[in-house]
């Protein structure tokens, strides 16, 4: 077991000298992909954190309550750990939601691969190796460079901060409602029903 730990951080260390030197967006969209994916912010390379339980159970209900909320029609598409590149920086949200009549297509009407628009929400979801400070950058820029709103999951408090552009960021729990019906007329959801998906009794 030791020498697999020692074996996987020298790989560790191997894979992010690659990116040491990287400084600039198209340095970085040359890099081949890693799991968890890099991401490029402010200057730098970083690499995501590999979600927990408890993240990837909000993630997917979120997903599924989003879906729920804009009704029949499939007017939006919800993405999980997707690239998108846009205002100089390449992230990967742990969740966005793209109108769908918004999605770029090829010339055959398929999706494309590689988003290089804003998307109309982008999600953050706390991991114990993240700063609230830093996350709650990361929505203000999404905000400040396209993004219609940004939401920041923080589990441990049953909390769901949302950020709009040029707007006071507004701190939601128990039976308030996230109202996003500014993009889509109905999208939206309680945050107890965001978070019951943790209780297992």
Known sequence: MAISKQRARRDADERSAS????TTLDAFLALPEEKPALEFFHGSVSQKVSPKSYHGGVQFELGRLLYESAGP????RVFTETRATFG????????????TERIPR???????????IPPDLAVEIISPEQTLGAQRERCRWYVDNGVSVALFVIPGSAT?????PGQLTVALRGDARVDLSDIVDGLGFVVADLFAVLDLD
């Open 19 to 22: 990116w040491a030197g990287v």
């Open 73 to 76: 029609g499939r007017l939006v």
């Open 88 to 99: 100089g920086e390449s992230l990967v949200p742990d969740l966005v939601l793209y109108l």
């Open 106 to 116: 090829n010339a055959d009407g398929s999706m494309v691969d590689d988003f290089e």
């Open 160 to 164: 769901v901060e949302v950020f709009r």
